[in-house]
């Protein structure tokens, strides 16, 4: 779960990390309101899931509440890189003197997180890496030790920060650090990270990606999820605790097991088609989930032809076939399906939709054979 | 012979009176799996169809010697029983849950790491299978049949669908051993393909990867030195869109590195031969095993 | 440093610990304004750092306010085993369905805190533990890993306790791991940990041992430090920052180092003297420490004849003689000192107290001849 | 030959531009040691007569290849400094530092003994002196002089006066080593006496303890199954009163197990001498050496 730039400030702020104060707004009226409140210059930011926000024109600063006005009436339904902003964050305008970086990555090859530190902030850090990766100080937290007080020093020294704040900053990334650890993130990154005028440090962004399996101990956060920043379809496909991505073909794709679904988008792929989306069912789903799932895809009007790839190991071909009859009975789809199922209770699901004769519903024997089949529904060569 | 799991195996299970750790259990022990104890906290004395149910694992480990535990339990308990089956002595953890937190994950990793003697396979994997010996965790047994390759896969499915593709082949597995596709797994391919190369029966050896990730690219490395058995290998994810996660936590793309190319790409250079579907995947393996 | 049962209860409260209520007093008035508080009935507890306090008459329970005076009355000021009680604990009366015992002890050899639990509470635990070692339920654990849910299971399981508390004691056990980890415990104990008639777990008793070491990252701990209950030589050589025990002889010792000092009574003893305490001034003590030290001996009136037995390493003995020298300025002693310097700058420190020629102060070569000396001195043999 | 610190060594002080620490570096530097560098925060750049400082120990092991750390910062920096020390690839930790808080100790010894190639010694420590080779830590060496005793206490005065007893007794040292008081030594009786046993210089072996804890008793077993070499031990605190905290931390007596005379006992049951005073420990030694 990716949070907006505000809400990963005001994750950070309960961790001692120092950020600049703002408001959230949604409305030219709500921004013009939390401008007079901060006072000016203030900066209106667009809240957006997507780099390159300032390039873009997602970032002003007001020096008065008339540009509060204008520049929130440009950035609120603005469209950066495909998402539509809904939401800005106004807040008080920092005196920076400059630019760093911080960040903490979960590190799954080195099974630690990953710290990161650099002077040159503001710019991004793949370019960085790749100009002057030395620009970059690295290591990596025992996760059982935790971060130490050397780790912050040793970075701070490695990334060669102004001498009067290496304290501040080695202090930083402890907090960083501890709210990686608190909150369960995947990531924490601020960049820029500033030093103002007055020498202090302050995160001026704030990019976190949050363990969606550990949101349950962290109810604060789960309660964050921002529905105006989802694709609809993709809203309702996680409601409904299914784990599903769109893509931009025609060929609707349910499988069980994530490798599996893969494998089938790729296969499809191979034989000339163009999936639609990702959709894996999950481990043991029963036939109301199958039903349901067959609703999200069949929610993108663009969906030509469905394909069901099963191979049944918790999950029960029966229950896959049952589930199908079920959303034949409810919704009376008019695209064609093709449906391949093996494993678990394959002869009796099998049994189950041959008895169900459902209309324009194609059983294959096998992945491949399937794939090709569905591709050809797909382009209307077969029927 | 076989890796990890065969009749040597002592199985006590984890969450064993819940619906899934029940039906699984006895799944396992139907197929020729022995399965001495179960803990569930609370349950203590009670038995399911005549395994003995344990409050601890310590008092399962104690009176039924059992040597390998299978995890069952919800995610919200998963991390706590793999650490106490490693208190208890257990050598061989196989933990089934999905959805562990990563956290969670990277804490018993690391935490088991610095233990002798224990060995985890998972979170968030179908299990081990050893065609005719033992099975443990929910891979369809009946699917696969006794024989000379060894599979290794992140991914549950993706196993039954390469493994079903050998089947009609005419090929039988020594053992089939799903590692799993969260962030922080037990075991890695490495691990596996050394128990494989060590393992007589098996001759050749498949790999089943994904997108995300190093894992792969490390086996490739590790082959090279180490591995003279024939490795075939297949990696799922070759159109999917970079940024986006896909299921597995493994199953991110970000820039270059992790993609299905640059694995592909990474083993071919080593040497692993590498199919672009189950099927041909399946193909170049029985290819390598009749010539 | 030990706390008193009523500051081990604040201390548990903070970490979620379920203890019952009560109010501290050092006046009778006190104790029955805070017993109508309270309620009646409510129980009078001595706060003196010493078990039995039961059996010595220190606990007893008031039904009403005119037993909360009579007891008051009885227990302020009670000797109990040579602790003077200053202070008791007024708390409401607690409804005991069982009594067990919980406790969590830093263990040196294990390198690792050791959790016990019993349901044989209530008692001491030695004897339990001599009676019935299968009784008491203990586990290690790793001070990295941290306390486990399991831990909190097996320790309840194993210990045999009622069924329907497994889990709330499991839970307060986790609370007094991390309590004894927060507030840097090197031991935690509780007996009884009672199980009410409504089935709650509380803590009736609070033994709690704090590392001196790490009082200054517990500014709220150090503050609790109760000069009532201290012997006030030792008080007296706290405030000074010198590591004092009071024994019971008559002969002063003063030494650099623990092993050294404990050694120098050994030996003194061994050649038929009596030590009047044990006083290590630490490495690199400067002049200024020698004197206060000396003050600090002399202040116990049993005090016959004083023993330095110095070997430098960081300390310097010329700094050693300059104190003594400084000491006999200040306080003029009556009693004989006897005094061997060895290591660093001896031959200085040797050469300053020939000078100096202070009245009555024998210097020794040997730590073996400076001990006989001292005894002969101390029984008026020699002068 | 020597044990732990010799001509090898190339010694890194934390906390060299200190007052103490300036002192007992160039102490040790004058009396032969290799001091190659040293470390404080914000002090990097600067020199201590001619020994450079640096901001942390990754940059002094990188630019000055040291070997062995020196620990002379306060308290309150100590496990800090000692963690960084190891994090560097600094192979000997020498800790001078008393007074670190004992929760500080444990986490640093747990982690320590994950990591392989490191050996942590005291803290709460007088350091090691190997006679006319090197001197890390603040033993008076001039009181001291080349031999085949070892010495290993838990003591630091104590550890001067026996080897004060021995130097009149015509003996000298290959290695003295403090292991300090405190409740979680990095190094116990069990590990230098390993080292002495294996030593080609040392002949004799002089433990010096105290009560408190049980280190001597584990170092009595470990005596009688694995030494060949004459042990003399010397435990101070025969008559310190039950109950009370003597200065170590380690020094606290409690009940019957870990008093001077269960702990001399022990050591009498499995051969070791105990000597009653440190005289008559230095004269046991003086004996058995001229026998």
């Keep these: 779960m990716d949070l907006l730039e505000y809400q990963g400030k005001q994750l950070f702020a309960r961790h001692g990390v120092a950020v600049p104060?703002?408001?959230?707004?949604?409305?030219?009226?709500?921004?013009?309101?939390?401008?007079?409140?901060?006072?000016?210059?203030?900066?209106?930011?667009?809240?957006?899931?997507?780099?390159?926000?300032?390039?873009?024109?997602?970032?002003?600063?007001?020096?008065?509440?008339?540009?509060?006005?204008?520049?929130?009436?440009?950035?609120?339904?603005?469209?950066?890189?495909?998402?539509?902003?809904?939401?800005?964050?106004?807040?008080?305008?920092?005196?920076?003197?400059?630019?760093?970086?911080?960040?903490?990555?979960?590190?799954?090859?080195?099974?630690?997180?990953?710290?990161?530190?650099?002077?040159?902030?503001?710019?991004?850090?793949?370019?960085?890496?790749?100009?002057?990766?030395?620009?970059?100080a690295k290591l990596h937290v025992d996760p059982l030790l935790g971060f130490q007080e050397f780790h912050g020093r040793r970075l701070a020294f490695e990334a060669g920060v102004d001498e009067d704040v290496v304290r501040p900053i080695a202090a930083i990334l402890a907090r960083l650090y501890e709210a990686f650890v608190a909150e369960e993130a995947m990531l924490v990154e601020v960049n820029p990270l500033i030093i103002t005028g007055d020498r202090d440090v302050w995160a001026l962004d704030a990019k976190v990606t949050l363990d969606d399996n550990a949101l349950y101990?962290?109810?604060?956060?789960?309660?964050?999820?921002?529905?105006?920043?989802?694709?609809?379809?993709?809203?309702?496909?996680?409601?409904?605790?299914?784990?599903?991505?769109?893509?931009?073909?025609?060929?609707?794709?349910?499988?069980?097991?994530?490798?599996?679904?893969?494998?089938?988008?790729?296969?499809?792929?191979?034989?000339?088609?163009?999936?639609?989306?990702?959709?894996?069912?999950?481990?043991?789903?029963?036939?109301?989930?199958?039903?349901?799932?067959?609703?999200?895809?069949?929610?993108?009007?663009?969906?030509?032809?469905?394909?069901?790839?099963?191979?049944?190991?918790?999950?029960?071909?029966?229950?896959?076939?049952?589930?199908?009859?079920?959303?034949?009975?409810?919704?009376?789809?008019?695209?064609?399906?093709?449906v391949r199922l093996d494993g678990t209770n394959d002869v009796e699901g099998r049994r189950l939709l041959a008895e169900a004769n459902l209309p324009n519903v194609h059983a294959q024997d096998t992945m491949l054979g399937a794939a090709q089949k569905v591709v050809e529904l797909a382009q209307g060569v077969a029927s | 012979m076989s890796v990890l799991v065969g009749k040597d195996t002592r199985l006590c299970v984890s969450g064993i009176t819940g619906r899934e750790g029940t039906f699984h259990a006895l799944n396992n022990r139907n197929y020729g799996t022995n399965v001495v104890a179960g803990v569930t906290p609370g349950k203590g004395g009670q038995d399911v169809e005549g395994i003995p149910v344990f409050d601890t694992f310590h008092a399962a480990v104690a009176d039924s010697g059992a040597n390998t535990a299978m995890i069952f339990v919800p995610p919200r308990f998963a991390a706590d029983s793999i650490l106490e089956a490693q208190d208890a002595g257990i050598e061989l953890i196989i933990a089934i849950t999905e959805g562990i937190p990563a956290h969670d994950e990277l804490r018993v990793f690391n935490h088991l790491s610095h233990q002798s003697g224990v060995r985890l396979i998972g979170p968030n994997c179908p299990g081990i299978l050893s065609p005719g010996k033992a099975n443990v965790g929910i891979i369809p047994a009946s699917f696969f049949k006794e024989g000379n390759v060894g599979v290794v896969s992140r991914s549950g499915t993706l196993t039954y669908q390469i493994g079903n593709e050998l089947a009609r082949a005419g090929f039988g597995n020594s053992s089939i051993v799903g590692i799993g596709g969260d962030p922080v797994p037990g075991s890695s391919f490495i691990d596996i393909i050394a128990l494989f190369e060590a393992d007589p029966e098996t001759e050749l050896i498949v790999m089943s990867g994904e997108i995300g990730g190093s894992a792969e690219e490390e086996a490739a490395e590790y082959i090279a030195a180490n591995v003279t058995k024939p490795v075939v290998a297949y990696i799922a994810g070759f159109t999917a869109p970079p940024g986006k996660t896909m299921g597995h936590a493994g199953a991110i793309v970000s820039g270059t590195a992790g993609t299905a190319v640059a694995k592909a790409e990474a083993l071919e250079a080593k040497g692993v031969r590498v199919g672009r579907t189950p099927t041909e995947t399946a193909e170049i393996a029985a290819q390598i095993l009749s010539a």
């Excluded at chain 1, 964050?89 to 080195?110: G, H, M, P, T």
């Excluded at chain 1, 990702?278 to 799932?293: P, R, V, W």
């Design chain 1, 21 to 136: 104060s703002g408001l959230p707004a949604t409305t030219v009226a709500e921004a013009v309101d939390a401008a007079d409140k901060i006072g000016y210059p203030c900066v209106v930011k667009a809240q957006v899931q997507v780099g390159g926000r300032g390039k873009a024109g997602g970032i002003k600063v007001a020096q008065d509440r008339q540009e509060a006005q204008l520049h929130s009436q440009a950035i609120l339904g603005m469209d950066i890189k495909g998402h539509t902003v809904h939401e800005i964050w106004v807040e008080a305008a920092s005196d920076i003197a400059s630019e760093y970086y911080a960040s903490i990555v979960f590190d799954r090859s080195a099974k630690a997180p990953l710290v990161m530190l650099s002077t040159q902030g503001g710019m991004d850090i793949e370019e960085v890496a790749e100009r002057d990766p030395n620009a970059i």
């Design chain 1, 217 to 338: 101990r962290h109810p604060e956060n789960a309660a964050l999820r921002n529905p105006g920043n989802e694709d609809p379809q993709e809203q309702m496909a996680h409601e409904r605790g299914l784990t599903f991505v769109k893509l931009d073909g025609d060929i609707g794709i349910l499988g069980n097991g994530a490798g599996l679904v893969m494998s089938t988008i790729d296969v499809v792929s191979q034989a000339g088609g163009s999936p639609a989306n990702f959709l894996d069912a999950g481990g043991g789903s029963k036939a109301e989930a199958i039903t349901s799932a067959v609703e999200v895809i069949l929610a993108n009007p663009n969906v030509k032809a469905v394909l069901f790839n099963i191979f049944g190991g918790i999950t029960r071909c029966d229950e896959v076939a049952k589930g199908l009859i079920e959303a034949f009975a409810q919704i009376n789809p008019i695209v064609p399906f093709v």
